[in-house]
């Protein structure tokens, strides 16, 4: 749940911003690039603290966690798909999910690795696959932790658009099968159609569609 967010740089960006997630719920945010939705997703998801307002996950508010608290809360509760993959370049994409799989006490699941295409990629380095086969990995490292949470930033960006509907198609399945709840912000309508809730961040406001 969010109250009356606020947030600015050298300019407002946005203000009085309400939502709330429940248990089901796909929730998408369009927006033009510059309008604030990524700020917006990195507030709730515990990243950037707003100018003011109010952000509680679980019924505890993220900003009065320790550092320790909300690092558990990342590892544990929450699935983050960024635009940028944040995968460890040295390793191979197996060693990706290894790690994931370690500090979420999960095991990797074979079956979600063919369901994303890169069961077969698995032993390469991640500096030699392509940016579509990157942000796959990073989907699948999110969905191993098995969150109930996730937020996603243009979880779709590298991806072509069949590639892109059979991913979010993965993602909103997996969402239904946790009885979780996704936020995902982006530009791509086909991507926020995927979503039973929709609003546009446009002229400092969230509006709902």
């Known amino acids: 749940k969010a109250v009356s967010l606020c947030h600015e740089f050298d300019y407002p960006l946005f203000s009085d911003i309400d939502i709330s997630l429940k248990s089901g719920s ?45 690092d558990t809360l990342r590892r544990k509760e929450l699935g983050l798909v960024f635009q940028q993959h944040f995968l460890f370049r040295g390793f191979t994409a197996y060693q990706n999910l290894q790690v994931a799989s370690l500090l979420s006490d999960q095991e990797i699941s074979y079956k979600m690795l063919q369901e994303l295409k890169i069961d077969h990629i698995l032993n390469q380095p991640v500096s ?24 996603a930033d243009e979880p779709t960006g590298n991806l072509d658009k ?24 982006t530009h791509d309508e086909n991507v926020a159609k995927k979503c039973d809730i929709r609003y546009v961040l446009e002229d400092k406001k969230l509006r709902l569609l």
């Open 128 to 151: 030699e696959l392509s940016g579509g086969q990157q942000q796959r990995v990073s989907i699948a490292r999110v969905l191993l932790k098995r969150p109930k949470l996730i937020f």
């Open 26 to 70: 796909k929730v998408a945010v369009l927006g033009v690039s510059g309008s604030g939705k990524s700020t917006l997703l990195h507030i709730l998801a515990s990243f950037t603290k707003p100018k003011s307002g109010l952000v509680e996950i679980y019924g505890k508010n993220i900003y009065e966690l320790i550092e320790s608290e909300l």
């Open 162 to 185: 069949d590639t892109a509907s059979d991913v979010m198609n993965m993602i909103v399945d997996y969402v239904d099968s946790v009885d979780g709840c996704m936020f995902v912000v």
